[in-house]
């Protein structure tokens, strides 16, 4: 940063930051046993020392900003003063990002203003023109939503094509024009193979999705404690992408399930020529297919991601609250693309239920005709269906069950490693349960 520009804005930015007072005691360290601590640490002082005894150079402290960031699952105030003077040694994306999302969750009261300060005191055009982005998902975040387009269309007006860092990739995504919903019936338009077509009239359907290879690590577990915790009259909608059926075709073969286990499920078959975009086709297909599956069965359904274990049946975390039309996990993140979580979504068979899903399938089924890298489109999508929503229904009813899904779903994020581990002790953990409940024991208590 220019040191001659925007100096009392350098000024407020320091004064706000600056009154944390925050010591090595405010961190977190619940995922490291002592050891890793130790190691950390050592490293932290390591960095420390390297950023003192180069002044001018900002790599040390962008990987102390990294080291903070991931040890406390989040950024910290400490992460904010990091960022701060790596930003004012040198004008970065990376120094930029940490100071923008930081502002956000810290200091959302004073954003604009310290937004606003933060941009004028940078020189780089394109690093300027992303603090917009900031400032569109603070006025997002209060409800401004005017406010928020027209920023996002700004900063994608001034956008260089060359400048292209990460969270641009969502920002490209963002709905900024009306919004249109799928008329009742074409959203069952450009059907895929069918491969086994489930029970008619089932109380709760569950709409799932993946490629082969997420099905092969995944879909033991989520079949089974699905099978194991769902009702008997509720079925699943799995959508499987890819370029080649027979592999889906052996896969359904060798399940060897009884007839009445098979009748529960309704598995198609999606042709994806491309390679770019088949992992968000794989992951939001469950998204854009629950308005085809309302109106197919004519009931309430629940999108769920495949790693998944399911703990007790989904249709009850949306009957939890009668008054919603929609259950979503709003978590605390100020960023559009990241409010609602897209592992869990529930929707009532309601007018307003039936838009919202409407308007995952309009969104979705435009998004995934675009042959190019997209990202977070999936929670874009449930971010834009619920601004349109809002914008047509008076009074629509979104009930937030971020605390309540783990009752009823395992959901565990991180590497293929971690997941199977996590997913194999839940799988244990319900097989256990099945057990006891079948005893007869608990079948004389019942």
């Not at 675009?370 to 229904?393: C, H, L, P, T, Y």
Request: some cysteine; proline content about 3%; overall charge negative.
């Amino acid at each position: 940063m220019d040191n001659r520009l925007g100096e009392w804005q350098a000024i407020l930015l320091r004064d706000e930051l600056e009154k944390c007072h925050l010591s090595d005691s405010d961190l977190v360290f619940d995922a490291y046993d002592v050891q890793d601590k130790r190691r950390v640490d050592d490293l932290k002082q390591s960095l420390l020392m390297e950023a003192v005894v180069k002044p001018q150079d900002d790599t040390s402290l962008i990987a102390l900003c990294r080291l903070e960031t991931r040890r406390n699952k989040g950024i910290t105030r400490t992460v904010l003063l990091l960022a701060f003077e790596a930003l004012r040694r040198r004008e970065t994306y990376d120094a930029l990002a940490y100071l923008g999302k930081g502002i956000l969750i810290h200091f959302a009261n004073e954003g604009h203003e310290l937004i606003n300060a933060l941009s004028a005191g940078i020189q780089d055009e394109q690093l300027r023109n992303f603090c917009r982005v900031f400032d569109a998902c603070l006025f997002h975040y209060e409800g401004d939503y005017q406010q928020f387009e027209s920023l996002i269309d700004e900063f994608r007006l001034l956008k260089n094509a060359n400048f292209d860092p990460y969270l641009s990739r969502p920002v490209a995504d963002i709905r900024t024009h009306p919004a249109e919903r799928a008329v009742r019936g074409e959203a069952a338009s450009s059907l895929p193979e069918v491969f086994n077509a489930a029970i008619t009239n089932p109380s709760h359907v569950v709409s799932a999705s993946c490629d082969s290879r997420y099905l092969d690590l995944y879909g033991r577990f989520f079949l089974e404690s699905w099978f194991a915790t769902q009702r008997s009259d509720s079925i699943l909608m799995l959508s499987v992408v890819g370029q080649n059926k027979d592999w889906l075709a052996n896969w359904w073969a060798q399940l060897n399930l009884d007839p009445a286990s098979k009748s529960r499920i309704h598995l198609e078959f999606w042709f994806v020529e491309s390679e770019v975009n088949i992992g968000p086709i794989a992951a939001s297909l469950r998204l854009l297919n629950l308005a085809r599956a309302m109106e197919c069965w004519d009931t309430a359904a629940s999108s769920v991601d495949l790693d998944s274990v399911f703990l007790a049946p989904v249709n009850v975390l949306l009957e939890r609250h009668p008054g919603a039309d929609v259950a979503l996990r709003e978590i605390h993140s100020k960023l559009s693309w990241e409010r609602f979580a897209a592992g869990y979504v529930g929707i009532r068979n309601s007018p307003v239920g039936l838009a919202m899903a409407q308007y995952l399938n309009s969104y979705l089924s435009t998004c995934l005709r675009q042959d190019r890298v997209q990202w977070w489109i999936d929670q874009n999508a449930i971010e834009s269906s619920r601004r349109a929503v809002e914008g047509e229904f008076a009074e629509p009813r979104f009930a937030n069950v971020y605390a309540e899904r783990d009752q009823f779903l395992v959901q565990p994020t991180g590497t293929a490693e971690f997941k199977n581990r996590t997913l194999s002790a839940a799988l244990e953990d319900v097989r256990r349960a099945s057990a006891e409940a079948t005893t007869p024991a608990a079948q004389g208590d019942q």
